[in-house]
């Protein structure tokens, strides 16, 4: 069934014989000027507004030739120009060229090598020795990624936060839990929660901050008493519920030296503190081992209710 023609409004002309009058809701042209020619549009497509988008040309694709050399490829990946041996902590190497291949710190040819650069045996399963020749890319969960290099230096890190170093370098386990020392002359890589900061002692900064300090003595632990004895201290020292923060515990610095910190307080997660904590276990004695499993059990409780 039809319908009749729709007729136009009063006053203007009507379309010439043939031809569609325009779209409902839209104005017809002038008179004595012809529409627009009719451009159909498949269903479903919305025409992009100011024009065609290009890609991007500004993206660089490299090769082993073009990849820099002990440099930052950009803030977040670092490539190595391997032509020997480095330590690298398993899980950071992303990709490589060449040939090159990784073996643990327990394998017989390297015992030489690891008697004389690696002195910590609780990191050690955490350790692998790159070696042969090519490019290694680095990468640590989207951290910002540095090359460091020590003359003759002393330099304490993080553990979750070191990622290479050369065997010009001596790796030895700091008295601080958590952190490795590196003695000697070398590069080292470091990953950071957002750009790093150096600043001087006399200092005290918060331990989910701190990244490492050099040649300065190791910190010691500050409380801030007027904090403890709140209530949220209180209930830590009586059900060692709650979580410190740096409000109320920091690592406090003295003499010379610099110190390095974070732009964050996110740590990496790493089994390294449990295996820290289970070192020193077989030290206590009956009272020590209840009081620790009900800390323990307090902790997982509070952890359970969050």
């Known amino acids: 069934m039809g319908y009749p023609p729709q007729q136009p409004p009063y006053g203007q002309q009507p379309p010439p014989y043939g031809q569609q009058p325009p779209p409902y809701g839209q104005q017809p042209p002038p008179y004595g000027q012809q529409p627009p020619p009719y451009q159909p549009q498949q269903a479903g497509y919305a025409p992009q507004q100011g024009g065609y988008a290009a890609p991007p040309t500004n993206i660089t694709t490299y090769n082993p030739s073009t990849l820099p050399d002990n440099d930052n490829i950009n803030a977040y990946a670092f490539s190595v120009s391997l ?45 692998v020795v790159a070696q042969g020749q090519g490019k290694l890319l680095l990468g640590d969960r989207g951290f910002d990624l540095n090359s460091y290099d020590l003359e003759d230096g002393n330099l304490t890190i993080r553990a979750g936060n070191l990622l290479a170093f050369e065997p010009g370098l001596t790796l030895k386990q700091s008295i601080i839990p958590g952190f490795l020392t590196l003695l000697g002359t070398g590069k080292f890589i470091a990953a950071s929660n957002g750009p790093v900061h150096f600043v001087e002692p006399p200092i005290r900064v918060d331990p989910q901050a701190l990244l490492g300090w050099a040649d300065t003595p190791s910190p010691c632990h500050h409380y801030d008493h ?28 003295t ?3 610099t110190v390095l910190m974070q732009s964050s307080e996110v740590v990496a997660d790493t089994g390294a503190m449990v295996r820290e904590i289970e070192s020193q276990v077989g030290m206590l004695g009956i009272s020590g081992l209840t009081r620790l499993n009900q800390v323990i059990s307090a902790r997982i409780a509070s952890e359970q209710q969050r």
């Open 226 to 253: 007027s904090y403890m004895r709140g209530v949220l201290g209180a209930a830590r020292m009586m059900f060692g519920v709650g979580g410190s923060s740096g409000e109320e515990h920091q690592f406090d610095f």
């Open 83 to 127: 032509n020997g041996q480095w330590f690298i902590q398993k899980g950071k190497m992303i990709a490589y060229y060449g040939q090159i291949k990784f073996e643990a710190l327990s394998a017989g040819p390297l015992d030489a090598l690891v008697a004389g650069h690696f002195h910590s045996p609780l990191y050690a399963h955490d350790w």
């Open 255 to 257: 003499g010379t030296g």
